[in-house]
């Protein structure tokens, strides 16, 4: 053990990031509210029928009226880096036209190519998102060494939206979509929607933790650092 919750180390990951003016925890688990309030950290409890994480949001949003931009980061996340939070929003202000930004990182490993629980992401020459995919996308029709065509050909999907108030609201009202329901992927109903994201591409993604092998192993990384 890390001495801290899993939450814990998330929220403080987000509390470290210099643009966000503040962090609060959505959930519908009475244990984690708890948890939170006992750290110091602020939360709300949001209805149990949220089908995803951005409605999750939203139904928070709709209180936050003055808020601009709203930031989507799992629970899960605790090594996401804060220059990552950052830099979502920062697209959206360098943006102002874009209604939602996300991140991707250039694939390292071929295997995660083939590899389902990978979401892969290709972008037009402006850095918006043409499709999110589990498949191999782009497809390489010839067979050819994947590094033939550079390592920019694949990236993978970063979980971590910035989305501007107005547009999250609308997100939410709208019916989640086929090719959503299909890939099991929420952001595929923006595109279908006919809007656009925007992608900031950084070097490194944090590794989540879905499952006790992945959490043994942020412990053991948690623990080298401290010591």
Do not use: W
């Not at 309030?37 to 995803?52: E, H, I, K, W």
């Not at 996401?80 to 939602?100: K, Q, S």
């Not at 390489?140 to 989305?163: K, N, T």
């Amino acid at each position: 053990s890390t001495g801290q919750s899993l939450i814990q180390h998330t929220f403080e990951a987000a509390s470290a990031a210099s643009k966000p003016i503040g962090v609060l925890v959505a959930t519908d688990h009475q244990e984690i509210y708890r948890e939170v309030l006992g750290f110091g950290g602020r939360a709300v409890l949001t209805s149990p029928d949220c089908a995803s994480g951005t409605d999750r949001v939203a139904e928070v949003a709709q209180t936050l009226k003055d808020a601009d931009i709203l930031v989507n980061l799992q629970g899960d996340e605790p090594e996401i880096a804060p220059a990552d939070i950052d830099r979502v929003i920062e697209l959206l202000e360098e943006n102002p036209a874009e209604p939602m930004a996300t991140l991707a990182t250039p694939i390292q490993n071929q295997d995660q190519i083939y590899d389902p629980s990978c979401v892969k992401v290709v972008c037009d020459c402006r850095q918006r998102a043409l499709y999110f995919s589990r498949s191999p996308i782009p497809y390489v029709r010839d067979e050819l060494p994947v590094d033939s065509y550079g390592e920019s050909l694949f990236h993978q999907h970063i979980g971590l939206y910035a989305y501007r108030r107005t547009f999250l609201l609308e997100l939410a009202a709208t019916p989640p979509s086929p090719l959503e329901q299909a890939e099991k992927l929420e952001q595929l109903r923006v595109l279908q929607m006919g809007k656009t994201i925007c992608v900031g591409i950084v070097e490194h993604v944090a590794q989540g933790i879905d499952t006790p092998s992945d959490y043994a192993n942020f412990v053991s990384r948690t623990l080298r650092r401290a010591g």
